[in-house]
């Protein structure tokens, strides 16, 4: 059995220790769905929803999360982020709006986390935002699309290539 990388012999939750890994460039991608009534897409589009401009808060929140990932994930290290865009791609024909991060550093350990945290947090801020409108939306397929950098190497979710 491989040998879980957070937990000692012991068997007590730790930190890894990334201090004699290398410093490379590194990236990861995450992405998840948020499915939603068509009216209430079509408010966030026209910018008419009641709390704002729901698309610039959800992306500031996922950049936020991104960089305090290590304050929710409890073993992940605080981490010198030097990119982290998150961007919509609406989906009028089937209600949704694809969320997309990504997240770049120059480190000793990846951003997997920091991605995936960054599509939850923008997830989650756009349900925020239209959940009086709309208490049935449905937030999916939060996953890894792509990572690059580290000794691991390159790694594509097969159904993305």
Known sequence: ????????????????????????????????RVFMKPETLAAILEGSA?????????????????????????LCHPLMISKVTVDFA?????????????VKVEGKTGVEME??????VACLTIYDMVKAMDRGI????????????????HFIAEDKA
């Open 1 to 32: 059995m491989t040998r879980l990388t957070h937990i000692d012999e012991t068997g007590a939750a730790r930190m890894v220790d990334v201090s004699a890994k290398d410093v490379t460039s590194r990236v990861a991608v995450a992405s998840g």
């Open 90 to 102: 609406p989906v009028e024909a089937e209600s949704r709006i694809d969320v997309t991060a990504t």
């Open 115 to 120: 991605a995936l945290t960054a599509v939850s």
């Open 138 to 153: 449905r937030i999916t397929d939060i996953r890894l699309l792509e990572k690059d950098g580290g000794k691991s190497g």
């Open 50 to 74: 009641k709390k704002g401009d729901v698309l610039a808060v959800a992306r500031v929140a996922g950049i936020m999360a991104a960089k305090k990932t290590h304050e929710l994930i409890p």
